[in-house]
């Protein structure tokens, strides 16, 4: 098993991944998708009149405010139009894509962040209506049924609390909590840039192989939202998923060129 | 098995429903929901700058005229808006829901309408950028699967053709079909009206029980959306249901209700 993340910036040549995940499908390769949507619920929330607004917590992350209607707009942009595009596409191209989010038959269960300490002009302060969650258990079982049954998994990132709220989650980790419960040999993040850069945006400066043990060290050069690709990336290896690449996904062939060592290969 | 149509159209309380729903397999009974969404495509697809045109065909039905950019708005509204929040809302009754539309793991397969003869200002027009579809096969081996792992379906009205484009279906029709799939005693439309009323919108004209050799004379009065659901019940009928009641959505315990005969009752 593959988990592939299709990142939700612009730029990932979605045509190219869904044939190359076919070609590799119809090698036998098993490979479960997870997306993001950011992009595009940014877009669509401004032509709501609901434009998007981000926090950055105490500890340096940025993250969506996702209040209720926000998480509206966030489940319609990713589960219903994202995900449904992406499995038309998939099945186009011959594969028996099945699309979800983690709210569907529980399959991705979250804890919801119900404070946030963020910083706002130089201040701390709380925030106690978001819609934010971390995923802690994801529903093996139930994906493993729909692979045995001949589907390919296309997930959205969204996932639900114990209380039965929706939550919008971060993707990147969301891929990465997938890889460990689904026992993947691998995850590839695609990206709209070559792989992990020493020094962002100079593609020259591409670190070809990160030896596992030091991966958390790039935390400190990865920019805005590489930096959870870098955390999913830790998440994944301590859940036993053996490699990780951050690829290009604007080329051609995009899944084969990550396997074949193209990008930032972590093992 | 019962299958339970929820109308995209205002007015139905979701939440009795859902409740009703969890209260019903709890007792053991087993349902299938499957939902329109009509009324807030309508809404979004005005606020997002491209407003719902409707056709009438020449045999006297409306549809929705759907290109692709509203085929878009439409899945992002029933997939991932309709559908994620009834999904929310039954998990946080107990009922383990799992959303889906019929494009996932070819669920439903339709055959696109790819020339709709039209009237338009008394004259006949035919369209061709059209993406809709009638439904003629369901997979109930994979709705089988996810009922027989303890999950309730809940199905967003998207299809896909054979050449696998996403189709927007009718619902009710739909319905008609899942239910025929999966060998359904029971279908159940839930409107905004108590049932069948021999004249709209008399609620006092409301026809409590029709022979089933006798449903499809309701044609010549059931009112503008009404006749789809007249329609689906006569294909119901025709695949097998025994049994086929149009209750009202507005009333707490509809679901009983219904059952109980309490509406139009077609057997």
Same mark, same amino acid.
């Given at each position: ?65 996702? $209040? ?133 945006? $100079? ?65």
């Amino acid at each position: 098993m593959i988990v592939v993340k299709i990142g939700g910036a612009s730029g990932v040549n979605l045509d190219a991944v869904c044939r190359d995940a076919a070609e590799l499908i119809r090698q036998g390769q098993a490979i479960t998708i997870v997306h993001g949507g950011s992009a595009e619920t940014n877009e669509i929330s401004t032509q709501l009149g609901h434009p998007p607004r981000f926090l950055t917590s105490v500890s340096g992350f940025t993250s969506r405010y996702t $209040d209720r209607e926000t998480l509206e707009i966030f489940a319609m942009v990713t589960s219903g139009k994202i995900n449904t595009l992406l499995v038309e596409r998939l099945q186009r191209y011959g594969v028996n894509a099945f699309g979800l989010s983690g709210v569907d038959g529980r399959v991705m269960v979250a804890k919801r962040k119900d404070t946030v300490r963020i910083i706002e002009n130089g201040r701390q302060r709380i925030i106690r209506d978001d819609y934010t969650g971390k995923v802690e258990q994801v529903n093996a079982a139930l994906l493993n049924q729909l692979i045995a049954a001949g589907l390919t998994p296309v997930i959205a990132p969204l996932a639900i609390s114990p209380e039965g709220e929706a939550l919008n989650i971060d993707a990147d980790r969301a891929a990465a909590m997938v890889a460990g419960a689904l026992k993947a040999e691998a995850v590839i993040f695609l990206t709209n840039v070559p792989g992990l850069l020493r020094h962002y945006p $100079d593609d020259t400066s591409l670190i070809p192989t990160i030896d596992k043990a030091k991966v958390e060290a790039s935390l400190s050069f990865a920019e805005g939202r590489m930096k959870k690709k870098v955390l999913g990336a830790c998440e994944a290896l301590e859940l036993g998923v053996a490699r990780i690449v951050f690829a290009d996904g604007r080329i051609d062939q995009p899944l084969q060129g990550a396997l074949a060592g193209r990008g930032t290969v972590i093992s």
